[in-house]
């Protein structure tokens, strides 16, 4: 998709967002960043983990990275240093409710001879409401800013999904190499032939209910081979009984086989749901991942103290359809009923989130959406 003709002015655009528990909001700006880079523009990417920052950082294409500079969110209130940084930006992103505190915003005010457009991006949002709200202003009631909010969602009008067509494209002519695919994985996994097995990537909350999954696969002959990140999806698993060690470890009185693997690069990762055949997401960044690999995807919700997510859950349930086990917060996912025919109807699943992949690239992308605010903003 071409950006719209008022936001192709190269632009220096300040992109402020905190880790907070997990690394997903760091992972969807950091892809946000790089889209925003390709397309010509200038990023300071600010935020208050820089450490975390420079990992993704170091696994981002060199002729895109010298166009990313990370600057430590000193988020009580502006150095010196980063008010001489506002004074070269057009316009400053606050991902995910990160929050701007009054000396950062009085900062943004006094900023001459023109404040920055404000643009406040959006969790993904799952109902209507997100066309509703994307585009709409906010003046502040008190200092002379107003907000813009960019809203990405599941519906038109909204802001879309974080997308890149032509990475995607690549991903899939790679994925339809057998050879290919299984050259790479023999780089992630010493077992003997793992193009053979059945693959299953497991990224999920150390809360994920991963007894039905587990019950299912226990009494299924298909070698399965199960890709187990660091960090907390081994404590889902270390919940079940599954301790790993650091090498593929076989699951007794089966014929599948545990493979611990490290933390990815975000590119690495892309690889490996695009080569499996049923990928455990969370979040937002892989959530939205699994659905561009395009194969049977479960996913873990952020978890909220209010129970949001159960109602995001039945939102995104309700456009995506099917019957299959979707979201863990679901009602009929623990119950065995609904896993005694995971894989038996396996191609007919492959095939919804195909072509429910066909269905949403129809929505905006989002980096295009951001640059069309920023530039309603800043008429």
């Not at 880790?19 to 889209?35: E, K």
């Not at 975000?266 to 690999?293: C, I, K, M």
């Amino acid at each position: 998709m071409t950006p719209p003709a008022s936001s192709q002015t190269t632009k220096t655009i300040a992109l402020f967002c905190a880790r907070i528990d997990h690394w997903g909001d760091l992972g969807v700006t950091w892809r946000l960043a790089l889209a925003l880079t390709a397309r010509g523009h200038q990023v300071l990417w600010w935020v208050d983990d820089p450490a975390a920052a420079d990992h993704f950082l170091a696994h981002t294409p060199r002729h895109l990275a010298k166009q990313i500079a990370i600057r430590h969110w000193h988020r009580n209130a502006p150095t010196n240093a980063d008010r001489d940084q506002l004074a070269a930006v057009d316009a400053v992103v606050e991902a995910f409710g990160c929050g701007f505190c009054n000396a950062w915003l009085t900062a943004l005010a006094e900023r001459h001879p023109t404040p920055p457009a404000w643009v406040v991006l959006e969790h993904l949002a799952f109902g209507d409401w997100a066309a509703a709200v994307h585009g709409r202003a906010s003046p502040h009631p008190r200092l002379p800013l107003t907000a813009y909010w960019c809203v990405p969602g599941f519906v038109p009008g909204s802001a879309g999904l974080p997308r890149e067509p032509e990475e995607i494209a690549e991903l899939d002519e790679w994925a339809n190499h057998p050879h290919a695919v299984a050259t790479w994985l023999a780089t992630l996994t010493p077992v003997t032939a793992p193009e053979r097995y059945r693959r299953v990537t497991l990224f999920c909350y150390p809360d994920a209910p991963l007894a039905p999954l587990l019950t299912q696969l226990a009494c299924d002959p298909t070698p399965t081979l199960l890709f187990v990140p660091p960090g907390e999806p081994r404590q889902a698993l270390a919940r079940h009984g599954v301790v790993l060690g650091d090498r593929p470890n076989p699951w007794p009185g089966t014929p599948h086989l545990w493979q611990p693997i490290p933390f990815l690069a975000p590119s690495t990762y892309d690889r490996l749901l695009w080569s499996s055949h049923l990928n455990w997401v969370r979040g937002e960044d892989s959530f939205v991942r699994a659905q561009w690999a395009a194969r049977p995807f479960l996913w873990s919700p952020y978890r909220r103290s209010d129970d949001d997510h159960q109602e995001f859950a039945a939102a995104f349930r309700a456009q995506f359809g099917g019957n299959w086990p979707l979201a863990d917060c679901e009602p009929n996912f623990t119950k065995p009923d609904t896993w005694l025919d995971l894989w038996t109807t396996h191609a007919h699943w492959q095939n919804h989130c195909s072509a429910w992949r066909t269905q949403v690239a129809h929505l905006p992308v989002l980096a295009d959406a951001l640059l069309g605010v920023i530039a309603q903003a800043m008429r």
